[in-house]
């Protein structure tokens, strides 16, 4: 290959759709081999390592983890893996991400319930902040270590308003 194949760290991160700064961390944890370099100490890329670095963005947009997409990019760069690997790794993930949705509806639900108990008005009042100062937890809905779902939060109280002036 010769000079001019080879990208500097922000050519790459223009080809690839990843910042210069995430090309460095990806290189620090391991997914992209250390750059080579130029006498004068500037990172060089060439077309296989854009490659990489795309595969790795698109990796990193479907949620896959470091070491997921560690794994990955060794499959990938692997032409003797079998499919069932890359299959196995995709639908751990599909489970992981079924979980992430889990809790996301569970934390989506108490917010509304907390929303909806909350006056909105010039009352000092509100369950929302109550809830948020209280000892308890507020991961309504969602399985506890014994597998059963907390029963969620509670109401918010629902005083009735301070009368300020007198009659």
Same mark, same amino acid.
Request: charged share 30%; glycine share 8%.
């Given at each position: 290959?010769?000079?001019?194949?080879?990208?500097?760290?922000?050519?790459?991160? %223009?080809? *690839?759709?990843? *910042?210069?700064?995430?090309? &460095?961390?990806?290189?620090?944890?391991?997914?992209? /081999? $250390?750059?080579?370099? !130029?006498?004068?100490?500037?990172? @060089?890329?060439? =077309? %296989? =390592?854009?490659?990489?670095?795309?595969?790795? &963005?698109?990796?990193? =947009?479907?949620?896959?983890?470091?070491?997921?997409? &560690? $794994?990955?990019?060794?499959?990938?760069?692997? @032409? %003797?893996? /079998?499919?069932?690997?890359?299959?196995?790794?995709?639908?751990?993930?599909?489970?992981?991400?079924?979980?992430?949705? %889990?809790?996301?509806?569970?934390?989506?639900?108490?917010?509304?319930?907390?929303?909806?108990?909350?006056? +909105?008005?010039?009352? /000092? =009042?509100? #369950?929302?902040?109550? !809830?948020?100062? *209280?000892? $308890?937890?507020? @991961?309504?809905?969602? #399985? !506890?270590?014994?597998?059963?779902?907390?029963? +969620?939060?509670? /109401?918010? @109280?629902? &005083? #009735? #308003?301070?009368?300020?002036?007198?009659?």
């Amino acid at each position: 290959m010769t000079m001019h194949n080879f990208m500097n760290i922000g050519e790459a991160a %223009k080809a *690839s759709g990843i *910042s210069a700064k995430m090309i &460095r961390h990806d290189e620090s944890v391991g997914l992209l /081999p $250390e750059a080579a370099r !130029t006498e004068s100490g500037y990172r @060089r890329y060439a =077309d %296989k =390592d854009v490659n990489t670095l795309r595969f790795i &963005r698109q990796s990193r =947009d479907l949620g896959f983890s470091i070491e997921q997409i &560690r $794994e990955l990019v060794g499959l990938w760069q692997n @032409r %003797k893996r /079998p499919s069932r690997q890359v299959k196995a790794l995709a639908q751990a993930h599909i489970q992981e991400l079924e979980e992430k949705l %889990k809790e996301l509806q569970a934390m989506k639900s108490t917010l509304q319930h907390l929303v909806h108990g909350c006056h +909105g008005d010039e009352r /000092p =009042d509100c #369950p929302i902040i109550e !809830t948020l100062e *209280s000892h $308890e937890p507020v @991961r309504a809905g969602l #399985p !506890t270590h014994d597998g059963h779902a907390k029963a +969620g939060l509670k /109401p918010g @109280r629902h &005083r #009735p #308003p301070r009368i300020t002036g007198r009659a």
